[in-house]
């Protein structure tokens, strides 16, 4: 029997994190992962395969759809959807083999299996060929992740009726594909499909898209998705699902009563959220509990309530984010080596990687205005950017939300090119606990993009001086 100082389970952006971290840190660590390859859910079937396709449709759309004509460039682009399938899978296993480099790198065990806890102290691992070894550990490390949420009366077969990895290697592109869900994977995913030529329709349960996003964030987001041709029905649920070999007719209905419409689709991706995945974890056999959702609860320093056993990533509370999973990781095991591991919730960003992006951190006005903080908002249109203005990108505002007493900056809230990336910014200032002024003077290069963020900052005090 082996002995460690921490396993941990899963190997995910929470678990390969925690397990490289303990290896930095001299710590004697196993990681237990089921799947052949690490990088969990988010290199696998997640973050990474969907961010390939993201910018090859993009690329595509730019070729096809008179983006490149508009800059004088000539080309008649063909579609070869096996291509692009394959430099996703290539990119994949790039990812992956890099996580086991660093596993080696850090004196990381992978210790390949379905682990399953067996009592205080001790995780069991079932191997692919059925045999099983028992591992002995001071500290365990919950980072099993998340599952697809199943949609009652939809069975999701992945021919047909998709989840977000049977829609990730769809054999062609559908004529017609439906949505259930306007959330992150339906936007992207559908962004994706929409560009290499479907019809997508998404049917949202809620009266709005992104629930959880800023509110006129979203707002403009969704008109900038119709105009390219996302059809939305909001208000909507689906009640009944028939696939067969062509295609799926779907019953829907209007939240609020009415007649049911039949809406028939090549293919249909239920993309309604995801759930915590703790199946045979024995989490019995330790005394945890989850709540109804299934999500495992910790102390707010990931332990849970029992001993020397903690969690992380998407099984625990909080967004389902590889970002914060990566950041829980570090925290969580510095505090197992005795350091002072902290994560901030209130400063962890939001991406939506589609053309144009959204990125949020921080509050929204409406949780703002529930909360009773009286607030500034400084906004800047991509319109008035200059970069923007010149590439063509003008779609989209950032807006900042501060403090109306102190200016210390609440949230930061943007649709527009790029600014995925450009969030990041906000995510510091706001670590360090900065006012809006601090952004509003400091130097931005010119021309950028970044420039919007800027001025943004500066509208808070209203002297925004390109608008
Ligand atoms: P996971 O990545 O789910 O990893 C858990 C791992 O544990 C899995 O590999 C699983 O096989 C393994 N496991 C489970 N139980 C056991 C067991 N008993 N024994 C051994 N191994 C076990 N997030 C972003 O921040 N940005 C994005 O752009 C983004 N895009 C996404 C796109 C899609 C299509 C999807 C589905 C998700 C996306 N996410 C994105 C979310 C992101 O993937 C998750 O938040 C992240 O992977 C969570 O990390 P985790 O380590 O908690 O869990
Ligand atoms: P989501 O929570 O983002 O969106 C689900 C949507 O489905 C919501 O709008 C919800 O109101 C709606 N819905 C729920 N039940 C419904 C029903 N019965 N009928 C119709 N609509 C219904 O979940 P999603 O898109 O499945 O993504 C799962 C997780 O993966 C998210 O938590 C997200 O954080 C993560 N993710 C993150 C990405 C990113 O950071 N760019 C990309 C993709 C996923």
């Known amino acids: 029997m082996s002995q460690y100082d921490v396993v941990i389970i899963g190997a995910g952006p929470g678990g390969y994190n925690a397990a490289i971290r303990a290896g930095q840190l001299g710590l004697k660590v196993a990681c237990v992962e089921g799947r052949e390859t690490l990088g969990g859910t988010c290199l696998n079937v997640g973050c990474m395969p969907s961010k390939a396709l993201l910018h090859a449709s993009e690329m595509y759309e730019a070729a096809a759809g008179g983006e490149f004509a508009n800059l004088g460039i000539q080309v008649q682009p063909k579609l070869d959807l096996a291509q692009m399938m394959k430099q996703k899978a290539e990119s994949v296993i790039n990812l992956t083999k890099g996580v086991e480099f660093l596993f080696k790198k850090n004196k990381v065990e992978w210790v390949k299996g ?5 009592g205080p102290g001790k995780v069991v691992v079932k191997a692919a060929d059925g045999s099983e070894t028992t591992l002995e550990t001071k500290n365990i490390v919950i980072a099993t992740g998340s599952e697809p ?14 989840d977000s990895t049977g829609a990730l290697s769809l054999p062609e592109v559908p004529k017609s594909l439906v949505i259930v869900g306007a959330g992150v994977i339906g936007l992207e995913l559908g962004s994706v499909w929409r560009r290499l030529g479907a019809e997508v329709t998404v049917v949202e349960f809620l009266d709005r898209i992104c629930p959880g996003t800023d509110e006129e964030t979203a707002k403009t987001f969704q008109r900038s998705l119709t105009k390219q041709g996302f059809v939305f029905k909001l208000g909507s649920k689906v009640t009944g699902a028939k696939a067969s070999a062509k295609g799926v007719e779907l019953t829907v209905e209007p939240v609020a009563g009415g007649a049911a419409e039949t809406l028939k689709a090549d293919y249909v991706l239920v993309a309604i959220g995801r759930r915590p995945y703790t199946q045979g974890l024995g989490l019995e056999t330790v005394g945890v509990q989850t709540d109804k959702r299934g999500v495992v609860g910790h102390d707010g320093h990931f332990k849970t309530g029992a001993a020397g056993v903690w969690v992380i990533g998407d099984v625990t509370t909080g ?3 590889a970002h914060k999973a990566e950041d829980e990781a570090v925290a969580c095991i ?12 209130d400063i962890i960003p939001g991406v939506i ?4 992006e959204v990125a949020t951190v921080g509050k929204t006005e409406e949780e703002l205005k529930a909360a009773g903080i009286a607030y500034k908002v400084g906004k800047f249109p991509f319109m008035a950017n200059s970069r923007a203005k010149i590439n063509h990108e003008t779609e989209g505002f950032v807006k900042v939300l501060a403090d109306a007493k102190t200016d210390r900056i609440l949230g930061a809230h943007m649709v527009g090119p790029n600014v995925g990336d450009m969030i990041a910014e906000f995510c510091v200032a706001m670590e360090f606990a900065a006012a809006s002024e601090d952004v509003a003077r400091t130097c931005h290069p010119h021309p950028t993009r970044s420039e919007a963020l800027r001025q943004a900052a500066m509208a808070v005090e209203g002297w925004a001086m390109q608008a």
Do not use: F, Q, S
């Open 149 to 162: 949420t199943p949609l009652p009366g939809v069975t999701v077969d992945n021919k047909r009726i998709v």
């Open 114 to 118: 379905w682990g399953r806890i067996d």
């Open 334 to 345: 510095e505090l197992i080596a005795g350091k002072a591991g902290h994560v901030n919730p």
């Open 353 to 356: 990687y589609t053309k144009p």
């Open 319 to 321: 967004p389902m984010l």
